[in-house]
């Protein structure tokens, strides 16, 4: 919170706050297997395996709002996200695209993990200062994302050819 208020003490610029075009397209998945995410825009895409003790430990619902997360920290972190930018984060998780805009969550065994990943969107939206235009989309049609965090037997190279 002393971070939003230190952002907003001098008034915060009118295009994070209204309706725009998206600057900046990432998608995410996740699954049992792992996270993944990509810059629609760049091609540059990331994949995490779940270490096979860390699998079903989470919900499905939790890792999904964490590889958006993760996909917009990345892009941040390679100082790819303007000043005023508005990221468009699209995932197959309705679930997930709703807890991007808000904070309270159902799902009790994961609320140190939602609060976390929370924590750490709001840092990146203020320390980028972007805005965040967030989406819901269908599954089937999430085949890139999908394939990244479900084939980890394939090599990262075989992978990228093939998609």
Known sequence: MQNFLDYAKNG???????????????????????????????????????????????S?????????????WINALSNEIDDEACILSQTDSTTAAGWLCKSNFAEVEDKIMQMTTTCRLASLIINTKSCLYRQWFLGSDNTVADSLSRNFHIDSNTLSHLI
């Not at 610029?13 to 792992?34: C, D, K, L």
């Open 60 to 72: 499905l619902n939790s890792l999904e709002f964490l590889a958006c997360t993760i996909t917009m």
């Open 12 to 58: 915060v610029p009118m295009n994070t706050i209204v309706f725009r075009q998206p600057t900046h397209i990432y998608i995410s998945n996740a699954s049992e297997f792992g996270l993944a995410g990509y810059n629609i825009t760049s091609g540059k895409a990331w994949r995490f395996k779940h270490p096979a003790d860390c699998q079903l430990k989470s």
